[in-house]
């Protein structure tokens, strides 16, 4: 399964860096994440069970330079042979 987490950062690069260092500091395994700094909006991707995403999303929503948390949960299709 893979999710993606979407957030707003209030301070740009040193609101995604606190984020980011949070993150390793946990041992999240992420797939991906980015930042756009046009609307300082940070995504990323999460391959893994969505327990996992739950507490990464959890753990930004006490952060307090990140609002606006949201979760996208996308199967995976495998195909059938």
Do not use: W
Request: proline share 1%.
């Amino acid at each position: 399964m893979e999710t993606t987490l979407y957030a707003r950062l209030t301070q740009g690069m040193d609101s995604f860096m606190r984020v980011s260092m949070t993150l390793r500091r946990r041992e999240f395994k992420l797939k991906n994440i980015s930042l756009s700094l046009e609307d300082n909006m940070m995504q990323m991707t999460v391959n893994e069970d969505e327990s996992s995403s739950k507490s990464i999303l959890n753990h930004l929503e006490k952060m307090y330079d990140v609002s606006d948390v949201t979760l996208e949960v996308k199967p995976v299709l495998s195909a059938v042979y």
